[in-house]
């Protein structure tokens, strides 16, 4: 079973973009969904997360601008990004996995969609 992520691609300064994953096969034990992100060089950053009851969580340079959606039993999940800076360029990463308490573990990962910024 793999995520498949969609929808990276070039946008200006300001600019909105809206990234789909879903999974190409049945996913069971999950609890949440997220999104990642990672420019060279960095460490993979988690930026937004989704639980099966439909909570979010962001981190908080994309509070306000990034919004994530989806159904988590549908293994399905989606970040839309509003008011693109130029700092939000990276590749893009979905992942489904459990929350264990607060903390959220990966068990899989996307192939990764770049994104890029221009001014």
């Known amino acids: 079973v793999q995520l498949v992520e969609s929808g990276g691609g070039l946008v200006q300064t300001g600019g909105s973009l809206r990234l789909s994953c879903a999974a190409n096969?049945?996913?069971?034990?999950?609890?949440?969904m997220g999104w990642s992100r990672q420019v060279p060089g960095e460490p993979r950053e988690l930026v937004a997360t989704?639980?099966?009851?439909?909570?979010?969580d962001y981190k908080d340079y994309v509070k306000g601008r990034f919004t994530i959606s989806g159904d988590v039993a549908k293994a399905t999940v989606y970040l839309q990004m509003d008011n693109v800076k130029p700092e939000d360029a990276a590749v893009y990463y979905c992942s489904a996995g459990t929350f264990r308490g607060i903390y959220y573990y990966v068990d899989y990962w996307g192939q990764g969609t770049q994104v890029s910024v221009s001014s």
């Open positions: 096969g049945n996913i069971n034990g999950i609890s949440g």
């Open positions: 989704i639980t099966s009851r439909g909570k979010t």
